[in-house]
């Protein structure tokens, strides 16, 4: 690595420190809300967790993709799944975030972090669908274990992202037993029933 590169990859690393500011829709459990940063984290560590029984996968690049996925939004933010339909195209806009952000790489290790990006957004590979189905269930997870605003649409969650655990076995039943947290978030959310006829 020559200096140039060295002072490049350390600027790079700079500069992504604004993921740690990066607010997300979520809360913690303790009420606080919850960084992009934090969310890439988890999703890292779930990958690690349930790793040894992903089957035939490169975990390595599991893994890279687990930290690539949300790195453009360092600099255009989080944008809630559920907001993210009949707007700007959130994919073109965090993939040229990411170009940015990119710039003081050598070229190189540009070609080869925005490939990871590009095949984690087109579910390209085994790996990328993997980390689909892990990241939209870190989400859920989240959204279950931490504080949410009364009008939560927990509902929406039961659906979101399912269709990348449904082909893999583990992963389908991870997700099952994520759906059915929500449920349990559901029911606790809903109103009490109306009573009816006299209180005697």
């Given at each position: 690595?020559?200096?140039?590169?060295?002072?490049?990859?350390?600027?790079?690393?700079?500069?992504?420190?604004?993921?740690?500011?990066?607010?997300?829709?979520?809360?913690?459990?303790?009420?606080r809300?919850?960084?992009?940063?934090?969310?890439?984290?988890?999703?890292?560590?779930?990958?690690?967790?349930?790793?040894?029984d992903?089957?035939?996968?490169?975990l390595?690049?599991?893994?890279?993709?687990?930290?690539?996925?949300?790195?453009?939004e360092?600099i255009?933010?989080?944008?809630?799944?559920?907001?993210?339909?009949?707007?700007?195209?959130?994919?073109?806009?965090?993939?040229?975030?990411?170009?940015?952000?990119?710039?003081?790489?050598?070229?190189?290790?540009?070609?080869?972090?925005?490939?990871?990006?590009?095949?984690?957004?087109?579910?390209?590979?085994?790996?990328?669908?993997?980390?689909?189905?892990?990241d939209?269930?870190?989400t859920?997870?989240?959204?279950?274990q931490?504080?949410?605003?009364?009008?939560?649409?927990?509902?929406?969650?039961?659906?979101?992202?399912?269709?990348?655990?449904?082909?893999?076995?583990?992963?389908?039943?991870?997700?099952?037993?994520?759906?059915?947290?929500?449920?349990?978030?559901?029911?606790?959310?809903?109103?009490?029933?109306?009573?009816?006829?006299?209180?005697?």
């Amino acid at each position: 690595m020559t200096d140039a590169e060295l002072h490049g990859c350390l600027d790079f690393i700079r500069q992504t420190e604004k993921l740690k500011d990066v607010l997300r829709n979520s809360y913690t459990a303790s009420g606080r809300h919850e960084s992009t940063a934090e969310h890439s984290w988890r999703l890292a560590l779930m990958a690690m967790v349930f790793g040894p029984d992903l089957g035939q996968v490169d975990l390595l690049r599991v893994l890279k993709l687990c930290l690539i996925h949300d790195l453009g939004e360092a600099i255009g933010g989080d944008v809630p799944a559920i907001h993210q339909t009949g707007g700007p195209d959130k994919a073109a806009q965090e993939r040229a975030d990411l170009i940015t952000l990119l710039e003081p790489l050598d070229a190189a290790r540009r070609a080869d972090f925005l490939a990871l990006w590009d095949e984690y957004e087109a579910a390209a590979t085994p790996e990328a669908r993997l980390v689909k189905a892990l990241d939209k269930m870190e989400t859920i997870i989240q959204h279950n274990q931490g504080t949410t605003a009364p009008d939560f649409d927990h509902g929406f969650n039961l659906d979101y992202g399912r269709r990348y655990a449904d082909g893999h076995p583990l992963l389908a039943r991870l997700r099952r037993l994520v759906d059915a947290d929500t449920r349990a978030r559901m029911a606790e959310a809903a109103p009490p029933p109306r009573r009816t006829g006299s209180d005697g």
